[in-house]
Every structure is written in structure tokens, then in C-alpha cells.
């Protein structure tokens, strides 16, 4: 698998279309069964994404030239944002932990691995593009204990788990590269 760093600007139309269709195969399937209708507009959401400080985007191409993974992230914004997932991560850390682990450092809002190229080393290969020299080694993501093969994945990586007592399946990984 060719791993390719990608910016904003690289965004390209077909290459969103990639993207929705790799999201689609990945997000629409157990353990995470989101609706197909809620996959195809991850598009615009990716294209919004793009604009927000410190944006990442790590791209796995197969050896046929098709988009089996990605990697999308970027600087969580400090003061911690309420919006979107970040009021289920502040509730499970509480104040000091957000300001201590989240606030101003990376966030891994992405990791998409096609079901037929997992096994073979793209997610740590993605995880590890995506998360190198970032400015003060802090890194962080939200993902749900039903999904029992990233949990597992993200410990064997070596990140540290924060999980909720208040909020149950929800858990918030943070790893320091630095």
C-alpha cells in the first residue's frame, strides 16, 4: 500500500468521491452501521473539515490504485469546542482532563480502513503518517467500545484509554508522540 500525505488543496472532486465511497464501504457495514444516507454526505463535512487549523489527510492507496484507507484530522481548538462529539469527550475527561490532553492538541477524527485491505499493516501505517511531528506530540480520538476491533487496534498502538463510567461505550484514546 502506497501512503500518500495530502493537504486541503488536494481535495479534488474525484478524489471526495474516492473518499465518500471508502467512508461508505467502511462506515455502513457492523460494527458501526451508520445509514448510507448519512455516509454519502461525508463529503461536504470533509470539505468543511479542510479548513480548520493544523488539517491532516493520510490517504492509502492499493497497489491497483484504489483508495483502501485514510487518515483525517487536525488541531482541536482551545478553548474545547462543545459541538459535534466534543461535549460526549469533555463529560467523559472532565475539565482538567480536557485541558490537560485535548485542548490544543491533534485530533484523529478519521481512521478508515477498507474491510478487504485490513490485517496488513495500513491502519498503523495511516495512524503513524497522520500523528508524526505533530508540533507538541499530543494526539487524541473518540471511538465506541462496539467497535471491539479499533479499541483493540488502538491499544495495541500503545494509546492510553479513557473510558466513561457516565457515558457508557464511549472511549477516548490519547497517546503523546513527543
Known amino acids: 500500500m502506497r501512503i500518500e500525505r495530502a493537504g486541503n488543496a488536494g481535495l479534488t472532486k474525484d478524489l471526495v468521491a474516492s473518499i465518500v465511497e471508502l467512508y461508505t464501504d467502511v462506515f455502513s457495514r457492523p460494527p458501526w452501521n451508520d445509514p448510507v444516507e448519512f455516509c454519502a454526505v461525508y463529503g461536504e463535512r470533509l470539505l468543511d473539515d479542510a479548513q480548520r487549523e493544523g488539517f491532516r489527510l493520510v490517504l492509502g492507496w492499493s497497489d491497483g490504485g484504489r ?6 484530522g487536525w488541531t482541536t481548538p482551545d478553548p474545547f469546542p462543545g459541538d459535534r462529539s466534543y461535549g ?3 463529560s467523559t475527561l472532565g475539565p482538567e482532563g480536557v485541558a490537560e490532553l485535548l485542548a490544543g492538541a491533534f485530533v484523529v477524527d478519521e481512521l478508515a480502513v477498507r474491510p478487504s485491505a485490513q490485517g496488513h499493516g495500513a491502519g498503523r501505517r495511516i495512524l503513524a503518517a497522520l500523528t508524526e511531528d505533530l508540533p507538541d506530540g499530543r494526539a487524541w480520538l473518540l ?6 476491533g479499533a479499541v483493540a487496534f488502538y491499544r495495541r498502538q500503545g494509546w492510553t484509554e479513557h473510558a466513561s463510567p457516565e457515558r457508557p461505550g464511549l472511549v477516548v484514546f490519547t497517546t503523546s508522540t513527543a
Open 88 to 90: 460526549r469527550v469533555a
Open 143 to 148: 471511538t465506541n467500545e462496539v467497535a471491539a
Open 67 to 72: 483508495l483502501d484507507a485514510l487518515g483525517v
